[in-house]
């Protein structure tokens, strides 16, 4: 197995340690070297008054994605923490939310992250650049 397929290896086994991406059944469907595509089936409890996804279920998974394409470079990290997550909401969620994210400038310490998601047709709902903490165990 190469260093990329240990690091995808290594990011996919840390969502399971996650509870909140559980309760959301956020699912990893490829993750790649400073990339990563999740998605969530949206589920009723998870809409708003307008019986689409809720901002929050958008910014979560949004969140994740971004995390998990940074961790995909850091298979020595404990964790990775959210700095900063700007977010723009451009279409309404529905169905399955498919999440794209990559890393834009990889760092030690310290990653910058843009990704998208869309709906299963392919539609725009929200885009969103974000840097990202990656946290090693001390030594």
């Known amino acids: 197995m190469n260093a990329a ?3 995808a290896e290594f990011a996919r086994d840390f969502q399971k340690k996650i509870p909140f ?3 959301l059944g956020i699912e990893v469907d490829s993750i ?5 595509m ?3 089936k949206l589920q009723p409890d998870f809409t708003n008054s307008f019986g689409s996804a809720h901002g929050g279920l958008i910014m979560s998974l949004m969140d ?5 394409a940074a961790r995909s470079q850091h298979p020595d990290s404990i964790g ?5 997550l700007s977010i723009q909401f451009i279409g309404v969620g ?3 939310l498919v999440a794209d994210a990559r890393v834009m400038k990889p760092g030690r310490n310290t990653v910058f992250t843009e990704g998208e998601i869309r709906n299963e ?6 885009k969103a650049i974000a840097t990202v903490r990656v946290r090693v165990a001390e030594k």
């Open 5 to 7: 397929d240990k690091n």
């Open 21 to 23: 991406v559980g309760h």
């Open 80 to 84: 990775v923490i959210t700095i900063d």
């Open 94 to 96: 529905k169905g399955t």
């Open 32 to 36: 790649g070297d400073g990339q990563a």
């Open 121 to 126: 047709d392919g539609s725009l709902v929200a």
């Open 38 to 40: 999740l998605s969530v």
């Open 64 to 68: 994740v994605a971004l995390c998990t």
